[in-house]
Structures are given as C-alpha cells and as structure tokens.
C-alpha cells in the first residue's frame, strides 16, 4: 500500500503563482510514477503532469510552459510549481502514483480568481 498526502492548494488571483506538494509514503517501489491530474467541475479528470523515478516528464499541453513538475526521489515527494494561472486551471489536484498498481491521493483544491 502507499499513502499520498498532497498539500498546496488554494486560491490566488490570475497571474499567480501555486505550489503544490504530495508525499508519499509505504511500499514505494524503486521504479514508479509520480504525478498530478486535475479534474474541474463537470470535466472528466486529466493529466496535468507526470514524472517517472528515472526522470522523464510529460506534461498536458494545456500547461506546458507554465507549470513545472519535480521530485525528490529521497523523500518519495512529487511538487507541482504553477505560474501564470487563470481560471481555467481551477480544479481539484490529484496526486498520483503508479508501480505494479495506481494510487490517488485525496485531492487539493485550486481556485484561481479573474
């Protein structure tokens, strides 16, 4: 089992600047998948941004440029830098790990003011 405790969310005016955090903790496997997914109300949930132990990224289109995935493979710890917010990216954040299995985080909430 792992646990995902996120942390980082809340509102901030367009333009603005979040960060979001998701420890890991448990059975964390050597080769994983971190990452984040975001789902607004009455969207289905997407992929924000993902990052594997070994390193390589891929992000949604929609937020290249503007936000920044890393991690701390020691602390088992994925962050979410976001820049130049607007509205659209108000949503629910979800932390995500994957190994053999998928394991989700409980969520934090962004809410970006126009």
């Known amino acids: 089992q792992v646990q995902l405790v996120e942390s980082g969310g809340g509102l901030v005016q367009t333009g603005g600047s979040l960060r979001l955090s998701c420890a890991a903790s448990g059975s964390i496997s050597r080769i994983n998948s971190m990452g984040w997914y975001r789902q607004a109300p009455g969207k289905q949930r997407e992929l924000v941004a993902g990052m594997l132990s070994g390193g390589m990224i891929n992000y949604a289109d929609s937020v290249k440029g503007r936000f920044t995935i890393s991690r701390d493979n020691a602390k088992n710890t994925v962050y979410l830098q976001m820049n130049s917010l607007t509205p659209e990216d108000t949503a629910v954040y979800y932390c995500?790990?994957?190994?053999?299995?998928?394991?989700w985080g409980k969520g934090t909430l962004v809410t970006v003011s126009s």
């Open positions: 995500h790990y994957s190994d053999s299995y998928h394991y």
